[in-house]
T-cell receptor
């Protein structure tokens, strides 16, 4: 399909380990966003990319979180030294127009 | 300091009746609002949006109303169908980056 894809769909890790979450946006979409949804909560903005640069990283909760985007396409969200409170569904979205974002299915991260 | 609030965590309506989902916001600078629908294990999908220059936007069975003075918007679904059962998120576009501020979501159940 031509939608946003994310991998893995599920990730279980032990506290203290690093994880990498991947997002493949819709082809031609220059903007890419990462959000997360913790249990019982709404979606929380993490970071925004325009092309390969990230003009808005204001939502990253700590310096353990980082993200990069290469070639204006694929993005990777990395969480170092994972903690139990990092458990959430991590959602990626891409857009061509600023007011319409298309979301991927998310990666469910469980930190034991 | 939740800037977008959905105070009803759940709503149950009978098939064929009207569903009304409510959303309040606190930031008077917000000028574009969106509703997303989310099924379990899927990413949110865009439903309908409204700009602050309008007070109503309609798309088929879905209508969004905006009351700027009250900082309140609502989504009306009529007639409601069992396939409408999902979590509905209200969101506001924050700034010109496309970053979305989401409410906590309302789970709608439409009973046959």
């Amino acid at each position: 399909g031509a939608g946003v894809s994310q991998s893995p769909s599920n990730k279980v890790t032990e506290k203290g380990k690093d994880v990498e979450l991947r997002c493949d946006p819709i082809s031609g979409h220059t903007a890419l966003y990462w959000y997360r949804q913790s249990l019982g909560q709404g979606l929380e903005f993490l970071i925004y990319f325009q092309g390969n640069s990230a003009p808005d990283k204001s939502g990253l909760p700590s310096d353990r979180f980082s993200a990069e985007r290469t070639g204006g396409s694929v993005s990777t969200l990395t969480i170092q030294r994972t903690q139990q409170e990092d458990s959430a569904v991590y959602l990626c979205a891409s857009s061509r127009e600023v007011n319409e974002q298309f979301f991927g299915p998310g990666t469910r991260l469980t930190v034991l | 300091d939740q800037q977008v609030k959905q105070n009803s965590p759940s709503l149950s309506v009978q098939e064929g009746r009207i569903s009304i989902l409510n959303c309040d916001y606190t930031n008077s600078m917000f000028d574009y609002f969106l509703w997303y629908k989310k099924y379990p294990a899927e990413g949110p999908t865009f439903l309908i949006s409204i700009s602050s220059i309008k007070d109503k936007n309609e798309d088929g069975r879905f209508t969004v109303f905006l009351n700027k003075s009250a900082k309140h918007l609502s989504l009306h679904i009529v007639p409601s169908q069992p396939g409408d059962s999902a979590v509905y998120f209200c969101a506001s576009l924050a700034g010109n980056t496309g970053k979305l501020i989401f409410g906590q979501g309302t789970t709608l159940q439409v009973k046959p």
